[in-house]
């Protein structure tokens, strides 16, 4: 007990002695009339604390770990984020970290403007760890790289910051290369690149983005409007693993010249591994000439679960998803609905999903309804690739619900097994022999009645044949919303997205009319 009384009072007193010399230096005064001022007159530890105006400069925090905080960071009040404002009057970064910043550096509480450089014109950080925490990045530009944020060789957690209107040639809102980036209720809107990356470009680095919103983000030239990854080999460590989390984020009305949305690429010379993991996530309404919602090429592993990809357009193919290059990968209670490819006319399929050039995806629970495209509205399997459809429904899509391609002398090869698919077996278009379909077992065509496909609700009413008519083996433990599956226990699940309560469907009620039950 005398230990742990004397361990209690040695902490106090370390805490009480780092405090003790932590100053709070307050930002305008006599002595401290810029924020650059109060940063160089801090030590570690100190807080330099901004009251609110508009300050035109551009500030180095010079290797320091202090915390340069509006009054937000002291009261909560969140006008003091707009209303205390640091201008880089195009002039360089309006904020730079490049001394070795530590995580305990923070800057909270800021609109930082008008920025410009080669690389972040916001915000530049280069082998540097700060946290950056409820900031408004607005109207900066890059000659280069990271219009609003550059992170090279940096860890930070990036946490409600809103990023908008900024400029750059690749990663107009953020760009990051061989760095970890956190970001958590991170808004990225309305921001344009001439070339690529509309919302977020990079390369080599590990991303978790959770909770974020990618609206209105746009690449010109190319390519990703919302978010581009690509390893290019240049530098290409060898046998180094990335990762990329993306969860409960929305990537809405993005647009790109090439393609849209989400674009994640490895190239085969380069010695890296990526896995990929969304969860949870919506694409709706972005637009491209191609692939527009979400494309992986490349030798990628992948698991795709609880998406929704709805009312994405492709003036060519693939609105949805496009694989291809030898990725891998499985997709699962996933709901693609309303998709459009060939808007631009011509003989263009996947409205939905392409499944293209040896990748080879397995698709489990899916719900593929109302897509359209010249041919292969649902899903398109072909150049090699090798696809599997379990407990999935294909209904309504326009024109086939599925079909095989060649390209290249090589068609694509399917199996599908306890699947709901409209017309069955002959409305799945198979090109020439060159493609291979394997119908499986527990495979039906009758109606899923959806709630109401007129309001979006693909829920299975009680009378759906689609209930209890899945198998088992690799269903996911939920459906999308996070319910159990199979439900109840004990029974098989359910075709599609959506488990409905019942363990089978119910019986449409035989109406008898007679004279009796006729009312003159």
Known sequence: MLLKTLITVFFIVIIFTTFSFADIINVPSEQYPTIQAGIDSSTNGDTVLVDPGTYVENINF?????????????????SYITGTIIDGNQTSSVVTFSGGEDSTTLLCGFTLQNGSAEMGGGIYCDEANPRLRNLIISNNSAESDGGGMTFI??????????????SAETGAGIFSAESNLYLLNVTINNNSALRLSGGIGAHFSNLQIDSCTFTNNNAQDETGGAFTYINDGDPGPIGETFT?????????????????????????DDLTLIDVFIDKCEFINNSS??????????????????????????????????????????????????????????????????????????????????????YGSGLTVGNGGIASLTNCIFWGNSTDQIALDTWDNTGGTLTVSYCDVEGGQNDVNIIDEMSTLIWGEGNIDRNPLFVDLENEDFHLTDYSLCIGSGTTTGAPATDIEGNPRP????????????????????????????????DF
Do not use: H
């Open 153 to 166: 060789e940096s860890s930070v957690l990036i946490e409600k910051v809103t990023v908008e209107g900024n």
């Open 487 to 518: 439900d109840p226990p004990g029974s098989n699940p359910d075709m599609g997205a959506y488990e409905n309560s019942l363990s089978a469907p119910l019986q449409e009620p035989n109406i008898v009319v007679s004279e009796d039950t006729l």
């Open 244 to 268: 990329i989390n993306i969860t409960n984020c929305n990537f809405k009305d993005n647009t790109a010249n090439v393609i849209g949305g989400v674009f994640i690429l490895k190239f085969t």
């Open 289 to 374: 000439d191609r692939n527009t919602a979400l494309r992986i090429k490349g030798e990628i592993s992948f698991t795709l679960s609880n998406n929704v990809f709805k009312a994405n357009r492709a003036t060519r193919y693939a609105a949805g998803c496009g694989f291809s290059r030898n990725c891998s990968g499985n997709v699962y209670n996933c709901l693609f609905a309303f998709n459009e490819a060939a808007i631009g006319d011509g003989e263009w399929n996947s409205g939905a999903v392409s499944v293209w050039s040896e990748a080879d995806v397995d698709f489990i629970n899916c719900t593929f309804a109302d897509n359209s495209a010249t």
């Open 62 to 78: 010079n290797g320091k770990s202090i915390v340069i905080g509006s009054l937000f960071l002291t009261t909560g009040e969140i």
